[in-house]
């Protein structure tokens, strides 16, 4: 009896030691190098602190960032799975969805709206979208993102773009923030850091509408504006690289949303601005986040839908499907 009992805790130990290296062989990870694109503005911002620690995320596995200065710059090597990772405004990453089959997906929503109506302190009255009736509003972003947010606000809240306000066109974000604090306009939709810069550098400027506060009246959810997209090939061979990437990204954004002499000091080192001090008052006026693919969806969703009413292709031609790969991914 006692001989059957020693042999069955023998099988027992050896069974254990078998899966338990089944289970660690797993969760290998594979020594890499992860190329990881990001911009230079509210959506890099988050991941500053990853950008300037050169440690290795697990072993034998590096990260190379690339920095930005516009989406247009990395689009291409996202779409040819020269980028495992890469942070985009959300409707580009359902352009790159559509453009590739859904060989990229939605890996997290990283930035909120960034989009702020700004004016001069001498007019009055102005608290709401519908306030603006009347205006003169210097935009930039014409066929763009900024010009269909601007007219699904007026709309939703009873304007005519074309009737009820004048949009004066700029060609540069620089060139309007200029404008408004010379005085050349009045008033002046800007994302950040603009709407902060001009705002400092004019002391009779004013925030009028913070437009997240103003979508959120309108459509009862988020505007989720920037996001980081996932090579989906990548994702399904590197599962658990993937998961410790995304928790050490959440950890990154929460150190740059919660610590303001930190959080500008990682902003100025990784590039994405150039002045501390700036970066102190832009930062927390970035809308800085982290919300997985699958719960961001709905609010997501919502957004793209209204770039889409006014251009399909500013999403790619197609909405992604809720039930869609792209937003599969979960943390």
């Given at each position: 009896m006692k001989k059957r009992f020693a042999v069955l805790i023998a099988m027992i130990l050896t069974l254990s030691t078998i899966f338990a290296g089944c289970g660690a062989q797993?969760?290998?990870i594979e020594p890499q190098t992860v190329k990881i694109a990001t911009l230079a503005g509210p959506t890099?911002?988050?991941?500053?602190?990853?950008?300037?620690d050169d440690k290795e995320i697990a072993e034998g596995v590096k990260l190379d960032f690339t920095l930005a200065t516009s989406p247009d710059k990395v689009v291409g090597d996202v779409i040819n799975g020269t980028y495992q990772i890469a942070g985009l405004p959300t409707n580009t990453a359902a352009v790159v969805y559509n453009k590739t089959g859904g060989k990229v997906v939605l890996g997290a929503v990283n930035t909120?709206?960034?989009?702020s109506i700004v004016g001069d302190k001498s007019v009055e009255g102005i608290t709401s979208i519908a306030d603006l009736k009347g205006n003169t509003i210097g935009v930039v972003g014409q066929g763009a993102v900024p010009e269909y947010v601007l007219r699904a606000?007026?709309?939703?809240?009873g304007l005519n773009p074309d009737t009820d306000v004048t949009l004066k066109w700029y060609a540069e974000h620089a060139e309007a923030a200029a404008a408004l604090v010379s005085g050349e306009v009045q008033i002046a939709m800007l994302p950040q850091p603009y709407a902060t810069s001009a705002l400092t550098q004019n002391q009779n400027l004013v925030q009028l509408i913070d437009l997240n506060t103003a979508w959120e009246e309108a459509y009862g959810c988020q505007m989720e504006m920037g996001c980081v997209v996932v090579n989906k090939e990548w994702a399904d061979t590197n599962p658990e690289l993937?998961?410790?990437?995304?928790?050490e990204y959440k950890v990154s954004v929460d150190e740059?949303?919660?610590?303001?002499?930190?959080?500008?000091?990682q902003v100025v080192q990784a590039g994405i601005l150039q002045n501390e001090d700036m970066a102190k008052k832009v930062i927390p006026n970035c809308a800085l986040t982290f919300i997985?693919?699958?719960d961001a969806k709905e609010d997501l969703n919502t957004f793209l839908q209204a770039l889409y009413n006014f251009n399909p292709e500013s999403v790619g031609g197609t909405l992604p499907a809720l039930d869609s790969d792209f937003y599969s991914l979960s943390w």
């Open positions: 797993e969760a290998k890099g911002m988050g991941m500053a602190p990853m950008m300037n909120l709206g960034t989009l606000l007026l709309e939703k809240n993937l998961k410790k990437f995304m928790d740059i949303k919660t610590d303001d002499d930190q959080a500008a000091q997985s693919a699958q």
